[in-house]
């Protein structure tokens, strides 16, 4: 079936250690996003990329990077930069119209040790 | 970007319809309403999106009002999957990522 993995379900970072949270799809879509969300928010847009082999920031891409070398695969990478990151991110992905639905993984929970 | 607002909860018994309404008094002409819902610790779910007119899928209707400052989701017969966060969407034409707000939180009680 067509659909989302982000891999792993939960994550552990230790102080000053950077970690890699991956986001593949098979729906051969070309735009992909990530979002976090802390406990009863809403999500926030970390990263979007429109096509591969660019991306943009959104709005609290500080401490995040990103890659975007193969269309089914946005890995997300927290450095040690960023200071709070302990929160539940979303992978998404779609065909990048306006009239077309994200479709969401299951999301990766990153904790700090 | 214009902005939808939503109230914090509802509750519904089971098998009775829900009326979720969402106001976006500045919405513009071309954005698309987008409705999507997420169950605790899962990734947010497609449920239903519309221009103009109104939308019917398996899942729900939407209803949109005729000047377009607000929608309204309908849940037929709510069961007890259905409790989740709904979240009201406004996507303008040339945007790319969905602006989420903190949704509704929808109780089902049997």
């Known amino acids: 079936d067509g659909g989302i993995t982000q891999s792993p379900k939960y994550l552990f970072r230790k102080e000053g250690q950077n970690v890699t949270l991956s986001c593949e799809q098979n729906?051969?879509?070309?735009?992909m996003y990530w979002y976090r969300q802390d406990p009863g928010q809403g999500l926030r847009l970390i990263y979007y990329s429109q096509i591969v082999n660019d991306f943009q920031k959104g709005d609290i891409a500080e401490g995040y990077s990103v890659s975007r070398e193969k269309k089914e695969s946005f890995p997300l990478t927290v450095t040690s930069a960023q200071k709070n990151p302990t929160a539940f991110y979303l992978c998404?992905?779609?065909?990048?119209?306006?009239?077309?639905?994200?479709?969401f993984g299951d999301g990766t929970r990153l904790s700090i040790l | 970007d214009a902005k939808t607002t939503q109230p914090n909860s509802m509750e519904s018994n089971e098998e009775e319809p829900v009326h979720l309404p969402c106001n976006h008094s500045t919405i513009s002409g071309t954005d698309y309403i987008h409705w999507y819902r997420q169950l605790p610790s899962q990734g947010p779910e497609y449920v239903i999106h519309?221009?103009?007119s109104n939308v019917n899928n398996r899942m729900a209707s939407l209803a949109i009002a005729e000047d377009r400052k607000s929608s309204t989701l309908i849940l037929h017969r709510a069961t007890l999957r259905d409790a989740a966060v709904y979240y009201c969407?406004?996507?303008?034409?040339?945007?790319?990522?969905?602006?989420f707000g903190k949704g509704t939180s929808l109780l089902v009680t049997p």
């Open positions: 519309g221009l103009t």
């Open positions: 969407i406004l996507r303008p034409d040339s945007g790319y990522a969905l602006n």
């Open positions: 729906l051969n879509h070309d735009a």
């Open positions: 998404a992905s779609s065909t990048g119209y306006s009239n077309q639905p994200q479709h």
